[in-house]
């Protein structure tokens, strides 16, 4: 992605970026990938063995290295996004932590954003505050998307994975303008965790 692109990009990202940081305010979102991940899906369990230690048999730390590292060419290449991200801090959600924005020429992006010290009973907690809400799993992994608005009709969508008790790492997607309402940015955001987090370090 040349820097003359990038730059007649920025009004749309920054755009994008406002709305991102409202979403992590206190939600994750999305509607699963209807294919390839309905297995991985669920809508069941308690709180406790879905947001604990146990249930995470294999814990990754998306923290051990750059966000922007945390998608993998090959990956952003099969989410049809370029491979270059671009990293920003989460200075409403979450100060000091970061996030790294893939996107393409159509604004279609994915961000990936790790963040320590929270679990899935955070969101678990406050389920009836969501429009949007249900449980996930990625490879294995517990997560939980919840909206306060409903994706289809944002065209953006997030959700968080839970590498750790007290990490996750959220997947924020949006599709193009053009796309609103007929594509679903919940499978772009499951996608891109289930393409990224094999790859991501073990918790030492």
């Known amino acids: 992605m040349g820097s003359v692109r990038f730059g007649m990009r920025r ?6 970026g406002v ?5 992590l305010v206190g939600c994750s979102s999305g509607s699963a990938e209807q294919n390839e991940d309905s297995a991985d899906t669920t809508t069941g369990g308690s709180t406790s063995s879905a947001s604990s230690g146990s249930a995470i048999p294999n ?19 099969q989410l049809g996004i370029y491979p270059d991200g671009r990293k920003s801090e989460n200075d409403v959600s ?3 932590t970061y996030r790294c924005t893939w996107e393409n020429e159509d604004f279609v ?28 799993t990625v490879h294995g992994y517990p997560g939980v998307r919840s909206n306060k608005i409903k994706p289809m009709e944002a ?7 839970a590498v750790q008790e007290d990490q996750l790492v959220q997947s924020f997607a ?31």
Not at 11 to 16: H, Q, Y
Request: aromatic content about 6%; proline content about 7%.
């Open 11 to 16: 009004g749309a990202v920054a755009a994008g």
């Open 19 to 23: 709305l991102l940081s409202v979403v």
């Open 59 to 77: 814990p990754k730390d998306a923290t051990a290295v750059d966000v922007c590292e945390l998608l993998p060419e090959d990956a952003a290449a």
């Open 94 to 96: 979450a100060p000091g």
């Open 109 to 136: 992006s994915v961000s990936l954003s790790p963040v320590q010290g929270r679990s899935l009973d955070t969101y678990y907690e406050h389920e009836s505050d969501y429009v949007d809400f249900e449980r996930i």
């Open 155 to 161: 065209g953006s969508c997030g959700m968080h994975v």
């Open 174 to 204: 949006t599709v193009s303008h053009d796309e609103i309402g007929s594509a679903d940015p919940c499978a772009l955001a499951k996608k891109a965790l289930r393409l990224s987090l094999p790859s991501w370090p073990a918790a030492e």
